[in-house]
């Protein structure tokens, strides 16, 4: 999409990541507090999507002691899905994890979530393990993708 501009995120964008958040997970949201934990964390990397200077999605991920990196949310308003932003956010982090050596990502997800699962394995995930109840009545899918580093073939 020629109008999506990705910038990482800053601590100002706390207040406006929670609301998106809330919308994205009405049931499972992550509280401000883990939020801006998240955000702060040393390892953290977190880009937002802005389209006419709204923000409209953010991933966050995190570079885990073992160099696994960690996707913790991914989300796109509504209004401005099936535009390909899910993925140029998901393709950044991937990148930017990439660059600092991380050569596995990993993330769960609920099952059913279908727009979710197909974006994942549309850009190559593969479930690896099953968290059962991970999301209180419903089970976590864990999936997984080895990332190439910069300049691999
Ligand atoms: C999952 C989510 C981030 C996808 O964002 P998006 O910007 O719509 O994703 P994209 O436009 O990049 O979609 C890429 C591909 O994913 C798949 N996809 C996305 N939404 C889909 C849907 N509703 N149904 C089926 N496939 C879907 C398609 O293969 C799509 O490619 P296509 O549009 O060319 O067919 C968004 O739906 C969302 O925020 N959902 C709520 C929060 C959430 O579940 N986040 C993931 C948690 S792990």
Do not use: W
Not at 85 to 91: F, H, N, S, T
């Amino acid at each position: 999409m020629k109008d999506v501009v990705l910038r990482s995120a800053r601590e100002e964008d706390l207040e406006e990541l929670y609301l998106i958040e809330r919308v994205c997970f009405p049931k499972h949201y992550f509280s401000k507090y883990f939020l801006r934990i998240l955000l702060e964390y040393p390892s953290s990397l977190a880009f937002v999507a802005v389209v006419s200077d709204r923000t409209v999605g953010f991933v966050v991920g995190v570079i885990e002691e073992e160099g696994e990196g960690r996707i913790y949310t991914l989300d796109v308003l509504p209004d401005f899905r099936r535009r390909g932003i899910g993925g140029m956010l998901l393709e950044k982090l991937e990148e930017e994890f990439a660059k600092r050596g991380v050569v596995k990502c990993r993330l769960e997800v609920m099952e059913g979530n279908v727009p979710a699962l197909q974006l994942y394995s549309k850009k190559g995930y593969r479930q690896v393990g099953v968290i059962k109840g991970y999301y209180g009545d419903r089970n976590g899918l864990v999936m997984e993708k080895a990332l190439k580093l910069p300049g691999s073939l």
